[in-house]
């Protein structure tokens, strides 16, 4: 059984930046890893996720080129770095642990959320 809990979030003004973190209890060496968000009123989706072995990750259109995915194995741990805040990335933000491969990304387990406000 994976948990995980994410940290990191706050507010911060358009164009800044900010960090999210998930921490894993239990291993996730083998999983692939993500960051979905969800805007108030809105459906969860997928902004980012990373192999099982860190050297390769996909993005949304919305964020690639200002948020990176990031994952530190040893100390069990999953980032996303998030430059150029826009307000619309304002959300709750959410790390999962997948199943199978990283480019079909099948969520297993959740975090509980971490919310983000970007001001304008």
């Known amino acids: 059984q994976v948990q995980l809990v994410e940290s990191g979030g706050g507010l911060v003004q358009a164009g800044g930046s900010l960090r999210v973190a998930c921490s894993a209890s239990?291993?996730?060496?083998?999983?692939?890893m993500a960051w979905y968000r969800q805007a108030p009123g809105k459906q969860r989706e997928l902004v980012a996720r990373i192999a099982s072995s860190g050297g390769s990750a996909i993005y949304d259109s919305s964020v690639r080129g200002r948020f990176t995915i990031s994952r530190d194995k040893a100390k069990n741990m999953v980032y996303l770095q998030m430059n150029n805040l826009k307000p619309e990335d304002t959300g709750d933000y959410y790390c999962?642990?997948?199943?199978?491969?990283?480019?079909?990304?099948?969520?297993?387990?959740w975090g509980q959320g971490t919310q983000v406000t970007v001001s304008s």
């Open positions: 239990g291993s996730i060496s083998s999983n692939a």
């Open positions: 999962a642990a997948g199943t199978g491969d990283f480019v079909i990304f099948s969520p297993q387990y």
